[in-house]
């Protein structure tokens, strides 16, 4: 059985430095993976109806780190779906050519930064998606750090099957040397919020307000965080941070903390959300159903080059050359890793 997967950007801004305008380069990530998906009956979270203001207690479910954090995920070997220059590799081809291990207790996965390749070649990297699957829940993802340059396209998201119909969560991604966050979301149900997010409380910026994609019209809704230690060089400059999205009755909600700022309930490992104040994102659900518009998701981390976006969006970026010359030469991507320090999974 094969499913299919795509990640799409909203209105992107171009990265020139000489000010702040807006572009429009759209980019699909669609992607099959053979061994399906794994459903069990105490993977779905089902919210609790009694609980008020739709804020359940929640208990970890999962829990990603160090050592065992490999066997809970699967390596995507496939071509990409986003016409990068990669090849992505096999858990087995990865540990021994040092592009996924753990080191002082952080996962870490890399693009290959020592090997010349041709220019228009592909470069070694790593996708990988969570066995698990979910309906509902708190994610939160603590990252030491994150790919970052010129060509480099990363991503931290869930998704479900059969795109866009079981929706998609972009939570941590950008190209280039962009400098802030995008967070967008997907869905194959009608469903457009209002102008400028009118009524919304978030921090961040709206971009967009369809959520509704297809490979025509793939832009989603979303928003981009302006603060420049929310992605790529400024984030590891200030030790990485946390994302967390919850997904539940209500809809959908990000906040993004900086290493600095992580609020004591989730380092306790009692995460309560109604303490954390006015989240970055917010999609309610009084614009969308997102109860029918978001399942069975599996979250993905992945390092892709060039490719629909990062590729289309090169001229805009202020960096040197094509994008297929940067990925020839491995000095670039000295800093193209992900370090993971970990992911939970919490549930009521």
Not at 207 to 233: D, E, F, I
Request: proline share 6%; hydrophobic share 35%.
């Amino acid at each position: 059985m094969r499913f299919y997967y795509t990640l799409i950007a909203t209105f992107l801004p171009a990265f020139a430095l000489a000010g702040k305008s807006y572009d429009t380069h759209l980019r699909s990530r669609h992607a099959s993976r053979a061994a399906g998906l794994r459903i069990r009956a105490d993977d779905t979270y089902v919210p609790n109806a009694t609980v008020s203001n739709g804020n359940p207690p929640y208990h970890r479910h999962e829990h990603y780190e160090g050592e065992s954090f490999f066997k809970d995920w699967d390596f995507f070997t496939g071509e990409d779906p986003t016409h990068g220059n990669v090849n992505y590799q096999s858990l087995s081809n990865a540990q021994r050519k040092q592009l996924a291990y753990v080191k002082d207790g952080v996962t870490v996965l890399a693009v290959d930064n020592s090997s010349s390749v041709p220019v228009g070649g592909k470069r070694d990297s790593v996708r990988i998606t969570t066995k698990k699957t979910w309906n509902f829940g708190l994610f939160i993802a603590d990252f030491a750090y994150m790919p970052w340059g010129c060509g480099i396209w990363p991503a931290y998201w869930s998704v479900g099957p059969d795109w866009p119909n079981a929706g998609e969560i972009d939570i941590l991604e950008g190209v280039n040397n962009q400098t802030w966050n995008q967070y967008t979301i997907h869905t194959g149900i009608e469903c457009v919020l209002p102008d400028n997010n009118a009524g919304i409380d978030a921090l961040a910026s709206p971009m967009g307000k369809t959520c509704t994609s297809s490979n025509g019209a793939n832009s989603g809704c979303g928003y981009q965080n302006n603060n420049p230690n929310s992605y790529g060089a400024g984030f590891n400059a200030a030790g990485g941070g946390v994302l967390v999205h919850e997904w539940n009755s209500w809809g959908v909600k990000i906040w993004f903390f900086t290493r600095d700022s992580i609020p004591v309930d989730i380092t306790n490992e009692q995460p309560n959300p109604t303490s954390w104040g006015t989240p970055t994102a917010a999609w309610p659900s009084r614009d969308c159903d997102f109860s029918s518009a978001l399942y069975e998701h599996s979250l993905v981390i992945d390092t892709t080059l060039c490719g629909d976006w990062a590729g289309s969006a090169y001229g805009d970026s202020g960096c040197p050359g094509t994008c297929q010359e940067v990925v020839a030469n491995p000095a670039n991507f000295a800093n193209a890793q992900w370090g993971v320090n970990y992911i939970s999974v919490y549930q009521s």
